[in-house]
Protein backbone atom coordinates (compact mmCIF):
# COMPACT_ATOMS: atom_id res chain seq x y z
CA UNK A 1 0.00 0.00 0.00
CA UNK A 2 1.66 3.44 -1.08
CA UNK A 3 1.81 5.78 1.60
CA UNK A 4 2.94 9.31 2.24
CA UNK A 5 5.98 8.72 0.16
CA UNK A 6 5.78 10.47 -3.15
CA UNK A 7 8.09 8.64 -5.48
CA UNK A 8 6.97 6.15 -7.94
CA UNK A 9 7.45 2.14 -9.00
CA UNK A 10 7.37 1.79 -12.76
CA UNK A 11 4.79 -0.61 -13.28
CA UNK A 12 2.49 1.25 -11.18
CA UNK A 13 2.86 5.38 -12.85
CA UNK A 14 -0.39 5.80 -14.04
CA UNK A 15 -0.24 6.05 -18.26
CA UNK A 16 -2.60 8.65 -18.95
CA UNK A 17 -2.90 12.23 -18.31
CA UNK A 18 -6.48 11.28 -16.19
CA UNK A 19 -5.46 8.53 -14.36
CA UNK A 20 -2.35 10.24 -13.35
CA UNK A 21 -4.99 12.99 -11.68
CA UNK A 22 -6.73 10.41 -10.36
CA UNK A 23 -3.24 9.16 -8.81
CA UNK A 24 -2.22 12.42 -7.11
CA UNK A 25 -6.13 12.57 -5.85
CA UNK A 26 -5.95 9.25 -4.07
CA UNK A 27 -2.55 10.11 -2.74
CA UNK A 28 -3.55 12.83 -1.41
CA UNK A 29 -6.85 11.63 0.35
CA UNK A 30 -4.04 8.61 1.91
CA UNK A 31 -1.84 11.20 2.90
CA UNK A 32 -4.60 13.17 5.18
CA UNK A 33 -6.17 10.21 6.33
CA UNK A 34 -2.89 8.48 7.32
CA UNK A 35 -1.91 11.86 9.13
CA UNK A 36 -5.06 10.90 11.59
CA UNK A 37 -4.89 7.28 11.96
CA UNK A 38 -1.32 6.86 12.66
CA UNK A 39 -1.20 7.15 16.15
CA UNK A 40 -4.25 5.18 16.23
CA UNK A 41 -3.18 2.28 14.65
CA UNK A 42 -0.25 2.69 16.65
CA UNK A 43 -1.77 2.34 19.76
CA UNK A 44 -4.43 0.02 18.45
CA UNK A 45 -1.64 -2.54 17.79
CA UNK A 46 0.45 -2.21 20.51
CA UNK A 47 -2.18 -2.64 23.42
CA UNK A 48 -3.55 -5.10 21.26
CA UNK A 49 -0.69 -6.98 21.09
CA UNK A 50 -0.12 -7.00 24.78
CA UNK A 51 -4.07 -7.73 25.61
CA UNK A 52 -3.33 -10.65 22.86
CA UNK A 53 -0.78 -12.20 24.76
CA UNK A 54 -1.39 -11.52 28.78
CA UNK A 55 -5.60 -12.90 27.71
CA UNK A 56 -3.16 -15.99 26.56
CA UNK A 57 -0.93 -16.38 29.12
CA UNK A 58 -2.51 -14.67 32.68
CA UNK A 59 -6.07 -14.38 31.44
CA UNK A 60 -8.57 -11.91 31.33
CA UNK A 61 -9.48 -11.90 34.99
CA UNK A 62 -5.94 -12.92 36.06
CA UNK A 63 -7.62 -16.33 36.86
CA UNK A 64 -4.58 -18.27 35.37
CA UNK A 65 -3.32 -19.91 38.24
CA UNK A 66 -2.11 -22.27 38.83
CA UNK A 67 -2.85 -26.04 41.60
CA UNK A 68 -2.11 -29.34 42.36
CA UNK A 69 -4.45 -31.21 41.26
CA UNK A 70 -5.81 -33.79 43.50
CA UNK A 71 -8.32 -36.49 43.42
CA UNK A 72 -11.98 -34.42 44.55
CA UNK A 73 -12.73 -30.89 44.52
CA UNK A 74 -14.85 -28.95 47.22
CA UNK A 75 -18.31 -28.81 46.21
CA UNK A 76 -19.00 -25.01 44.92
CA UNK A 77 -20.68 -23.72 47.64
CA UNK A 78 -17.74 -24.18 50.01
CA UNK A 79 -15.25 -22.51 47.83
CA UNK A 80 -17.76 -19.67 47.51
CA UNK A 81 -17.56 -19.29 51.49
CA UNK A 82 -13.93 -19.11 51.39
CA UNK A 83 -14.14 -16.18 48.45
CA UNK A 84 -16.62 -14.35 50.55
CA UNK A 85 -15.38 -14.81 53.76
CA UNK A 86 -12.07 -13.06 52.08
CA UNK A 87 -14.54 -10.22 51.82
CA UNK A 88 -15.93 -9.27 54.85
CA UNK A 89 -19.22 -7.51 54.20
CA UNK A 90 -19.25 -8.78 50.42
CA UNK A 91 -21.79 -10.04 48.13
CA UNK A 92 -21.09 -13.05 46.11
CA UNK A 93 -21.53 -11.92 42.19
CA UNK A 94 -19.76 -14.45 39.58
CA UNK A 95 -18.44 -18.15 40.06
CA UNK A 96 -15.49 -18.45 37.50
CA UNK A 97 -15.07 -22.32 36.95
CA UNK A 98 -11.78 -23.79 35.92
CA UNK A 99 -10.41 -23.91 32.32
CA UNK A 100 -8.37 -27.32 33.30
CA UNK A 101 -7.90 -29.16 36.57
CA UNK A 102 -4.54 -27.81 37.31
CA UNK A 103 -5.88 -24.11 38.10
CA UNK A 104 -7.78 -22.75 40.70
CA UNK A 105 -11.34 -21.84 40.77
CA UNK A 106 -12.19 -17.98 41.03
CA UNK A 107 -15.05 -15.96 42.67
CA UNK A 108 -16.33 -12.10 41.91
CA UNK A 109 -17.31 -10.56 45.09
CA UNK A 110 -18.49 -6.80 45.35
CA UNK A 111 -18.63 -4.94 48.27
CA UNK A 112 -19.53 -1.61 48.41
CA UNK A 113 -19.69 -0.73 44.97
CA UNK A 114 -16.32 -2.57 44.68
CA UNK A 115 -15.16 -5.77 42.86
CA UNK A 116 -12.73 -7.99 44.17
CA UNK A 117 -11.65 -11.64 42.55
CA UNK A 118 -11.10 -14.26 44.86
CA UNK A 119 -8.73 -17.26 43.44
CA UNK A 120 -9.35 -20.60 45.62
CA UNK A 121 -7.89 -23.97 45.28
CA UNK A 122 -10.72 -26.04 44.52
CA UNK A 123 -9.38 -29.30 46.17
CA UNK A 124 -8.46 -28.01 49.46
CA UNK A 125 -10.47 -24.45 50.23
CA UNK A 126 -6.62 -22.23 50.13
CA UNK A 127 -7.23 -18.85 49.81
CA UNK A 128 -4.49 -18.15 46.82
CA UNK A 129 -5.39 -14.37 45.90
CA UNK A 130 -7.62 -11.58 46.10
CA UNK A 131 -7.23 -8.49 44.12
CA UNK A 132 -9.39 -6.02 42.74
CA UNK A 133 -11.20 -6.67 39.79
CA UNK A 134 -10.24 -4.73 36.36
CA UNK A 135 -7.15 -3.82 37.89
CA UNK A 136 -4.26 -5.22 35.82
CA UNK A 137 -2.35 -4.62 33.11
CA UNK A 138 -4.84 -6.26 30.26
CA UNK A 139 -7.51 -3.82 31.38
CA UNK A 140 -5.35 -0.71 31.72
CA UNK A 141 -4.62 -1.89 27.79
CA UNK A 142 -8.24 -2.59 27.13
CA UNK A 143 -8.98 0.68 28.55
CA UNK A 144 -6.56 2.19 26.36
CA UNK A 145 -7.96 0.29 23.18
CA UNK A 146 -11.49 1.05 23.06
CA UNK A 147 -11.80 4.57 24.50
CA UNK A 148 -8.41 6.00 25.58
CA UNK A 149 -9.68 6.68 28.55
CA UNK A 150 -11.63 9.37 27.71
CA UNK A 151 -14.97 7.30 27.40
CA UNK A 152 -17.40 8.56 24.92
CA UNK A 153 -14.94 11.10 23.73
CA UNK A 154 -12.54 8.18 23.04
CA UNK A 155 -14.37 5.84 21.62
CA UNK A 156 -15.62 8.38 18.70
CA UNK A 157 -12.30 9.10 18.33
CA UNK A 158 -11.16 5.61 17.62
CA UNK A 159 -14.14 4.99 15.48
CA UNK A 160 -13.35 7.80 13.17
CA UNK A 161 -9.86 6.27 12.77
CA UNK A 162 -11.53 3.28 12.33
CA UNK A 163 -13.92 4.76 9.51
CA UNK A 164 -11.10 6.39 7.84
CA UNK A 165 -8.77 2.78 7.77
CA UNK A 166 -11.45 1.72 5.18
CA UNK A 167 -10.41 5.44 3.04
CA UNK A 168 -6.49 4.72 3.73
CA UNK A 169 -7.12 1.16 2.48
CA UNK A 170 -9.11 1.89 -0.79
CA UNK A 171 -6.63 4.84 -1.64
CA UNK A 172 -3.82 2.37 -0.60
CA UNK A 173 -4.69 -0.54 -3.16
CA UNK A 174 -5.60 1.65 -6.12
CA UNK A 175 -2.27 3.58 -5.86
CA UNK A 176 -0.08 0.05 -5.66
CA UNK A 177 -2.66 -2.20 -7.97
CA UNK A 178 0.07 -3.65 -10.15
CA UNK A 179 -0.43 -2.10 -13.90
CA UNK A 180 0.61 -3.70 -17.07
CA UNK A 181 0.65 -6.94 -15.33
CA UNK A 182 3.20 -6.06 -12.76
CA UNK A 183 1.77 -8.58 -9.96
CA UNK A 184 5.29 -9.75 -8.87
CA UNK A 185 6.03 -6.19 -7.63
CA UNK A 186 2.65 -5.51 -6.00
CA UNK A 187 3.19 -8.77 -4.06
CA UNK A 188 7.14 -9.08 -3.56
CA UNK A 189 9.21 -6.04 -2.04
CA UNK A 190 11.98 -5.24 -5.16
CA UNK A 191 15.49 -4.48 -4.03
CA UNK A 192 16.37 -1.13 -3.11
CA UNK A 193 17.51 1.68 -1.19
CA UNK A 194 16.53 4.58 0.48
CA UNK A 195 12.99 5.73 -0.40
CA UNK A 196 12.04 3.00 -3.32
CA UNK A 197 13.41 -0.02 -0.79
CA UNK A 198 10.32 1.70 2.26
CA UNK A 199 7.85 2.15 -0.39
CA UNK A 200 8.32 -1.25 -1.73
CA UNK A 201 8.50 -3.27 1.68
CA UNK A 202 5.13 -0.93 2.61
CA UNK A 203 3.29 -1.21 -0.33
CA UNK A 204 3.59 -5.22 -0.37
CA UNK A 205 3.19 -5.50 3.12
CA UNK A 206 0.01 -3.25 3.19
CA UNK A 207 -1.12 -5.43 -0.29
CA UNK A 208 -0.54 -9.06 1.65
CA UNK A 209 -2.57 -7.42 5.11
CA UNK A 210 -5.26 -5.36 3.03
CA UNK A 211 -8.12 -7.79 3.25
CA UNK A 212 -7.33 -8.79 6.65
CA UNK A 213 -6.61 -5.57 8.00
CA UNK A 214 -10.76 -4.63 6.63
CA UNK A 215 -11.48 -7.90 8.67
CA UNK A 216 -10.39 -6.01 11.75
CA UNK A 217 -11.54 -2.72 11.70
CA UNK A 218 -15.12 -4.14 10.66
CA UNK A 219 -15.01 -6.29 13.36
CA UNK A 220 -13.88 -3.32 15.78
CA UNK A 221 -16.16 -0.97 14.54
CA UNK A 222 -19.10 -3.04 15.50
CA UNK A 223 -18.42 -2.37 19.14
CA UNK A 224 -18.31 0.95 18.72
CA UNK A 225 -20.72 3.71 19.56
CA UNK A 226 -21.89 5.09 16.45
CA UNK A 227 -21.69 2.53 13.83
CA UNK A 228 -21.93 -0.59 16.15
CA UNK A 229 -24.64 0.18 19.02
CA UNK A 230 -26.58 2.63 17.18
CA UNK A 231 -26.64 0.95 13.67
CA UNK A 232 -25.38 -2.72 13.05
CA UNK A 233 -25.84 -4.31 16.29
CA UNK A 234 -29.47 -2.56 17.10
CA UNK A 235 -30.52 -4.67 14.18
CA UNK A 236 -28.85 -7.65 14.99
CA UNK A 237 -29.90 -8.37 18.49
CA UNK A 238 -31.67 -11.25 19.83
CA UNK A 239 -35.09 -11.16 19.84
CA UNK A 240 -36.00 -12.04 23.95
CA UNK A 241 -39.76 -12.13 23.00
CA UNK A 242 -39.48 -15.63 21.80
CA UNK A 243 -38.46 -17.01 25.11
CA UNK A 244 -42.19 -16.46 26.17
CA UNK A 245 -40.45 -15.85 29.83
CA UNK A 246 -41.16 -12.40 31.43
CA UNK A 247 -38.64 -9.79 30.81
CA UNK A 248 -36.35 -7.51 33.05
CA UNK A 249 -35.93 -3.74 32.96
CA UNK A 250 -32.09 -4.73 32.50
CA UNK A 251 -30.28 -5.67 29.39
CA UNK A 252 -27.58 -8.05 29.05
CA UNK A 253 -24.95 -5.78 29.17
CA UNK A 254 -25.99 -5.49 32.84
CA UNK A 255 -23.61 -8.67 32.60
CA UNK A 256 -20.34 -6.66 31.56
CA UNK A 257 -19.63 -5.85 34.51
CA UNK A 258 -17.22 -2.51 32.96
CA UNK A 259 -16.01 -4.30 29.58
CA UNK A 260 -17.25 -6.34 26.92
CA UNK A 261 -17.95 -9.95 28.26
CA UNK A 262 -21.68 -10.45 27.46
CA UNK A 263 -21.80 -11.87 23.30
CA UNK A 264 -22.60 -9.02 20.99
CA UNK A 265 -25.90 -10.47 20.12
CA UNK A 266 -27.12 -11.07 23.18
CA UNK A 267 -25.52 -7.59 24.77
CA UNK A 268 -28.93 -5.32 23.81
CA UNK A 269 -31.20 -7.89 24.73
CA UNK A 270 -33.81 -8.00 27.52
CA UNK A 271 -32.87 -10.35 30.57
CA UNK A 272 -35.37 -12.50 31.56
CA UNK A 273 -36.88 -11.97 34.93
CA UNK A 274 -37.65 -14.86 37.50
CA UNK A 275 -40.97 -14.95 38.67
CA UNK A 276 -41.85 -15.88 42.92
CA UNK A 277 -45.24 -16.61 42.02
CA UNK A 278 -44.71 -18.95 39.17
CA UNK A 279 -45.47 -22.82 39.14
CA UNK A 280 -42.67 -25.06 39.81
CA UNK A 281 -41.71 -27.27 36.40
CA UNK A 282 -43.99 -24.93 33.42
CA UNK A 283 -43.29 -22.61 30.83
CA UNK A 284 -42.05 -22.26 27.73
CA UNK A 285 -38.70 -24.28 28.93
CA UNK A 286 -40.51 -26.75 30.88
CA UNK A 287 -39.07 -29.49 28.22
CA UNK A 288 -35.74 -28.23 28.61
CA UNK A 289 -35.69 -28.26 32.24
CA UNK A 290 -37.10 -32.06 32.53
CA UNK A 291 -34.80 -33.77 29.70
CA UNK A 292 -31.78 -32.56 32.90
CA UNK A 293 -33.39 -35.43 35.05
CA UNK A 294 -32.83 -35.96 38.55
CA UNK A 295 -30.19 -32.82 38.58
CA UNK A 296 -33.50 -30.78 37.69
CA UNK A 297 -36.03 -31.98 40.14
CA UNK A 298 -33.13 -31.18 42.42
CA UNK A 299 -32.91 -27.67 41.29
CA UNK A 300 -36.85 -27.05 41.38
CA UNK A 301 -36.59 -26.81 45.08
CA UNK A 302 -37.46 -22.97 46.07
CA UNK A 303 -34.82 -20.89 46.33
CA UNK A 304 -32.34 -23.31 44.71
CA UNK A 305 -28.86 -23.35 46.05
CA UNK A 306 -25.51 -22.44 44.38
CA UNK A 307 -24.80 -26.50 43.73
CA UNK A 308 -27.55 -27.27 42.83
CA UNK A 309 -27.16 -24.50 39.73
CA UNK A 310 -23.55 -25.92 39.62
CA UNK A 311 -25.19 -29.27 38.92
CA UNK A 312 -27.32 -28.06 36.80
CA UNK A 313 -24.94 -26.31 34.31
CA UNK A 314 -22.67 -29.48 34.32
CA UNK A 315 -26.19 -31.60 33.53
CA UNK A 316 -27.56 -29.62 30.61
CA UNK A 317 -23.85 -29.43 28.91
CA UNK A 318 -21.45 -26.76 30.73
CA UNK A 319 -18.02 -28.82 30.97
CA UNK A 320 -14.79 -27.31 31.31
CA UNK A 321 -14.86 -24.00 31.67
CA UNK A 322 -17.94 -21.67 32.26
CA UNK A 323 -19.20 -18.22 34.23
CA UNK A 324 -22.26 -18.53 36.74
CA UNK A 325 -23.69 -15.77 37.38
CA UNK A 326 -26.26 -15.51 41.01
CA UNK A 327 -29.26 -13.51 40.49
CA UNK A 328 -29.26 -9.87 41.62
CA UNK A 329 -32.42 -8.56 43.16
CA UNK A 330 -35.93 -10.11 43.42
CA UNK A 331 -36.77 -11.01 39.96
CA UNK A 332 -32.69 -11.80 39.16
CA UNK A 333 -31.93 -14.83 37.48
CA UNK A 334 -28.88 -17.38 37.75
CA UNK A 335 -27.05 -17.53 34.21
CA UNK A 336 -24.71 -19.81 32.47
CA UNK A 337 -22.59 -18.44 30.55
CA UNK A 338 -19.63 -20.32 27.84
CA UNK A 339 -18.22 -17.87 25.27
CA UNK A 340 -14.74 -17.54 23.60
CA UNK A 341 -14.83 -14.03 23.83
CA UNK A 342 -14.08 -14.35 27.49
CA UNK A 343 -11.77 -17.31 26.88
CA UNK A 344 -14.49 -19.80 28.56
CA UNK A 345 -14.04 -21.79 24.85
CA UNK A 346 -11.77 -21.61 21.90
CA UNK A 347 -14.66 -22.37 19.65
CA UNK A 348 -17.25 -19.34 19.40
CA UNK A 349 -19.86 -21.73 17.66
CA UNK A 350 -20.30 -23.33 21.62
CA UNK A 351 -21.19 -19.87 22.19
CA UNK A 352 -24.46 -20.46 25.38
CA UNK A 353 -25.67 -18.35 27.59
CA UNK A 354 -28.80 -20.24 29.76
CA UNK A 355 -30.98 -18.32 32.08
CA UNK A 356 -32.92 -20.02 35.19
CA UNK A 357 -35.63 -18.79 37.33
CA UNK A 358 -34.07 -18.23 40.79
CA UNK A 359 -37.23 -19.21 42.80
CA UNK A 360 -38.16 -22.56 40.93
CA UNK A 361 -34.83 -24.01 39.12
CA UNK A 362 -36.72 -23.84 35.70
CA UNK A 363 -34.77 -22.62 32.56
CA UNK A 364 -36.09 -19.89 31.12
CA UNK A 365 -33.95 -19.14 28.16
CA UNK A 366 -31.12 -21.40 26.87
CA UNK A 367 -29.80 -19.03 23.96
CA UNK A 368 -26.97 -21.27 21.58
CA UNK A 369 -25.18 -20.08 18.50
CA UNK A 370 -27.26 -21.57 16.23
CA UNK A 371 -30.34 -18.64 17.41
CA UNK A 372 -27.84 -15.88 16.67
CA UNK A 373 -28.75 -13.90 14.14
CA UNK A 374 -26.17 -14.27 10.48
CA UNK A 375 -25.21 -10.79 11.78
CA UNK A 376 -24.55 -12.42 15.58
CA UNK A 377 -23.12 -15.31 14.59
CA UNK A 378 -20.23 -13.47 12.13
CA UNK A 379 -20.29 -11.58 15.33
CA UNK A 380 -19.28 -14.64 17.80
CA UNK A 381 -16.43 -15.87 14.74
CA UNK A 382 -15.42 -12.52 14.36
CA UNK A 383 -14.28 -11.18 17.91
CA UNK A 384 -12.98 -14.62 18.52
CA UNK A 385 -10.47 -13.98 15.82
CA UNK A 386 -9.90 -9.89 16.19
CA UNK A 387 -9.33 -11.22 19.90
CA UNK A 388 -6.69 -14.32 19.01
CA UNK A 389 -9.10 -16.70 21.29
CA UNK A 390 -9.25 -19.90 18.98
CA UNK A 391 -6.07 -20.88 20.56
CA UNK A 392 -2.46 -20.81 19.87
CA UNK A 393 -2.37 -20.35 16.50
CA UNK A 394 -4.82 -17.37 16.37
CA UNK A 395 -2.45 -15.76 19.07
CA UNK A 396 0.34 -16.13 16.63
CA UNK A 397 -1.56 -14.89 13.66
CA UNK A 398 -2.89 -12.50 15.36
CA UNK A 399 0.43 -11.13 16.21
CA UNK A 400 1.82 -11.03 12.72
CA UNK A 401 -1.06 -8.86 12.08
CA UNK A 402 -0.27 -6.30 14.65
CA UNK A 403 3.52 -6.21 13.87
CA UNK A 404 2.74 -5.69 10.65
CA UNK A 405 0.28 -2.49 11.25
CA UNK A 406 3.24 -1.37 13.74
CA UNK A 407 5.29 -1.75 10.44
CA UNK A 408 3.09 -0.20 8.33
CA UNK A 409 2.90 2.88 10.49
CA UNK A 410 6.71 3.19 11.11
CA UNK A 411 7.57 3.00 7.33
CA UNK A 412 4.63 5.86 6.33
CA UNK A 413 6.41 8.12 8.69
CA UNK A 414 9.94 7.10 7.75
CA UNK A 415 9.08 7.71 3.84
CA UNK A 416 7.45 10.96 4.60
CA UNK A 417 10.44 12.58 6.62
CA UNK A 418 12.85 11.19 3.74
CA UNK A 419 10.63 13.37 1.60
CA UNK A 420 9.28 16.64 3.68
CA UNK A 421 11.22 19.26 1.98
CA UNK A 422 14.58 19.78 4.60
CA UNK A 423 14.64 22.51 6.55
CA UNK A 424 11.16 23.69 5.57
CA UNK A 425 7.87 22.98 8.32
CA UNK A 426 5.88 21.85 6.58
CA UNK A 427 3.45 18.87 6.34
CA UNK A 428 4.38 18.51 2.55
CA UNK A 429 0.81 16.87 1.26
CA UNK A 430 0.74 15.84 -2.27
CA UNK A 431 -0.68 18.72 -4.13
CA UNK A 432 -4.18 18.50 -5.37
CA UNK A 433 -5.04 17.90 -9.11
CA UNK A 434 -6.32 21.26 -10.38
CA UNK A 435 -9.28 19.64 -12.11
CA UNK A 436 -10.31 16.01 -11.68
CA UNK A 437 -11.18 13.37 -14.31
CA UNK A 438 -14.02 10.72 -13.17
CA UNK A 439 -15.05 12.95 -10.13
CA UNK A 440 -18.52 11.84 -10.61
CA UNK A 441 -17.07 8.20 -9.69
CA UNK A 442 -14.93 9.99 -6.93
CA UNK A 443 -18.01 11.01 -4.96
CA UNK A 444 -20.01 8.12 -5.52
CA UNK A 445 -17.69 6.30 -4.03
CA UNK A 446 -17.47 9.03 -0.82
CA UNK A 447 -20.98 8.88 -0.32
CA UNK A 448 -21.32 4.94 0.15
CA UNK A 449 -18.15 5.19 2.42
CA UNK A 450 -20.00 7.90 3.98
CA UNK A 451 -24.07 6.26 4.26
CA UNK A 452 -21.69 2.74 5.36
CA UNK A 453 -19.55 4.84 8.08
CA UNK A 454 -21.27 7.88 9.18
CA UNK A 455 -17.71 8.97 11.15
CA UNK A 456 -15.77 8.58 8.11
CA UNK A 457 -18.55 10.54 5.99
CA UNK A 458 -18.83 13.15 8.70
CA UNK A 459 -15.00 13.60 8.80
CA UNK A 460 -14.37 13.55 5.31
CA UNK A 461 -16.91 16.43 4.82
CA UNK A 462 -15.44 18.20 7.44
CA UNK A 463 -11.68 18.28 5.96
CA UNK A 464 -13.09 18.63 2.59
CA UNK A 465 -15.05 22.13 3.61
CA UNK A 466 -11.62 22.94 4.95
CA UNK A 467 -9.45 22.44 2.19
CA UNK A 468 -11.75 24.18 0.21
CA UNK A 469 -12.80 26.86 2.30
CA UNK A 470 -10.05 27.67 4.46
CA UNK A 471 -6.84 26.17 3.36
CA UNK A 472 -7.10 27.17 -0.31
CA UNK A 473 -7.64 30.68 0.57
CA UNK A 474 -4.60 31.05 3.38
CA UNK A 475 -1.78 31.51 1.33
CA UNK A 476 0.57 30.95 4.47
CA UNK A 477 -1.56 27.76 5.79
CA UNK A 478 -1.62 26.42 2.11
CA UNK A 479 2.19 26.55 2.00
CA UNK A 480 2.31 24.81 5.56
CA UNK A 481 0.36 21.73 4.54
CA UNK A 482 1.09 21.49 0.75
Not at 124 to 140: A, E, H, K, V
Amino acid sequence: MVSIDGNTVTNRVPDTPESHKCYKAAWRWHFYAGLYIIPFFLMLAATGLTMLWLAYLDGRDGERIAVVPQEQTLAVSALADVAVEAVPGGTLKTYLSPHRDDMAAVFRVDRDGAAHMVAVDPYDGTLLQIYPRRSGWYDFMDNLHSSLMLGVTGDRMIEIAASLGMVLIATGLYMWWPRGGGWRAALFPAVGRGRNLWKSLHGAAGFWISTVLIFFLISGLAWTGVWGEKITQAWSQFPAEKWGAPLSDMTHASLNGGRKEVPWALELTPMPASDAHAEHGGGSQGAATAAAGAVTDAAAALNPTLDQMDALAREIGFDGRYQLSTPQGETGVWTFARDSMSNDSPDPTADRTVHVDRYSGQVLADVRFADYSLAGKAMAVGIALHMGTLGLWSVLANTLVCLTVIFLCVSAIVMWWMRRPAGVMRLAAPPMPSSMPLWKGAVLVGLLVSLAFPMAGITLLALMALDLLVISRLPGLQRLVS
